[in-house]
């Protein structure tokens, strides 16, 4: 027979699992019950991280970097052994680059509720049983909370830069609202002070795939042989927020109305952009988990900065951190109004900054040589 082997299908959950190879990461225990804003407490959490660079005999060259939905810890460095992709920001971090290692100590943590090594819905419980359906709810202030421990036992009282792009702007703005002397720079990119409704409603397509998918199971399926999980739904999910993660004309522009190689889209084949979409789909069902996806969406959907601290103008006002909060020109999913009404909003903040990209939100990602640029201006010594 000619033509290429099938791929091998994806495991139910594409997880990192407890005697999986750990790649870079280390790991942080929780002494103790985690509190939720939502009430109750978690428990047994451990915290995956990686590092970069040599923090100082004080501590103040500590650099917290945050990853978007479906980032992890692994934000610099080769795809290897326990890492199935690249670190997506490998162009910033390192000797001599904007997050400079010579100079810096970087900090990547996993998310709470994530999938790549800290407690999540793949995660065990205490009692040895997958968490799945059990797991709780959780909002950006339990996952800055959560964060905060593993800063402790770090022995960083106070970074120098915190960092994140998307929900990992949401973290890093969680970070100078809620703890305002553990913060001295902030950059925030491509995030709002609160979701919106629209983006909700992004959001809530998203998580009816996945749900719809017979093989969710109300989130109990890690135990299901490989092909069996809710490949189906979680693979709907991600080709619709590619859409909204990237611009119009650069779709137009790279795929137009091709067809992909020799299939013929009006013989039940597929357009270009059609297969783009596939080809990321397949890739996340392959390294994510489709219940840390659910419970990072809905903890994305509650960002609210202003929430129960008098609104967003009063919550703003706390931030004492020198800031730099930039947007992308052609970001559809997170508008630049948000941006402004962000540096508008916190004392002291730059005039806000612009990311010229033809990349729409992932532009934050893609356009390393402008955020490093960001970067650069931020950290030079007052």
Known sequence: MSGSRPADPPPASGAWRAGGPPGRRRWHALGRPLPLESGGELPGVRIAYE??????ADASNAVLVLHALTGDSHAAGPAGPGHPTAGWWDGLIGPGRALDTDRFHVVAPNVLGGCQGTTGPASLRPDGRVWGSAFPDLTQRDQ?????????????????????????????????????????????????????????AWARVQLGAIRADPRWHGG?????APGRGPHTGLGLARRLAQVTYRSEAEFQER????????????????YQVESYLDHHADRLVRRFDAASYVVLTQAMNRHDVGRGRGGTRAALRRVKARTVVAGVDSDRLYPLYQQRELAEGIRGAWPPRVITSAHGHDGFLVETGQVGALLAALTQPV
């Open 255 to 270: 795929f137009g109305r091709l067809p992909q190689g020799a299939e013929d889209p009006y013989r039940g084949g597929r």
């Open 220 to 224: 109990d399926y890690h135990g299901a």
């Open 144 to 200: 800055v909370a959560a964060e905060a421990e593993l800063a402790g036992a770090l022995g960083i009282r106070r970074w120098a830069l915190v960092v994140g792009g998307s929900m990992g702007g949401m973290r890093a703005l969680e970070w100078a609202v809620s703890r305002p002397e553990s913060v001295r720079s902030l950059l925030v990119l491509a995030c709002p002070a609160a979701a919106s409704a629209e983006q909700i």
């Open 51 to 56: 590092t970069w660079g040599r923090l100082a």
